[in-house]
Nanobody, 115 residues
């Protein structure tokens, strides 16, 4: 079992920045992947950014060049630096940690971008 605690969401004007943090209750070093999804009302969750155990980073096309995912294994924490935020980035962001057998989700953190 892995408990994930997110922080860093909030409100910002378009063009601004936020950094989301996701701290796990145990080591993330051996997990297959950790990352961030987001979900707008009435829509499916979509991948925002992911870092895999291989070191590969994956980003949604809509955030490439604006968002950066990173991890601090010593602190069991994954970060999502979000720059040049746009109103369409206004959704709930969820942290996810995946092992080969299971996946774990955080409770979600709201990001609101105003014009």
């Amino acid at each position: 079992q892995v408990l994930l605690t997110e922080s860093g969401g909030g409100s910002v004007q378009a063009g601004g920045s936020l950094r989301l943090s996701c701290t796990a209750s145990r080591s993330i070093f051996g997990l297959n992947a950790v990352g961030w999804y987001r979900q707008a009302p009435g829509k499916q969750r979509e991948l925002v950014a992911q870092t895999r155990i291989s070191g590969r980073l994956n980003y949604a096309d809509s955030v490439k060049g604006r968002f950066t995912i990173s991890r601090d294994n010593a602190k069991n924490t994954v970060f999502l630096q979000m720059n040049d935020l746009k109103p369409e980035d206004t959704v709930v962001y969820y942290c996810i940690a995946q092992s080969l057998q299971d996946e774990y989700w955080g409770q979600g953190t709201q990001v609101t971008v105003s014009v």
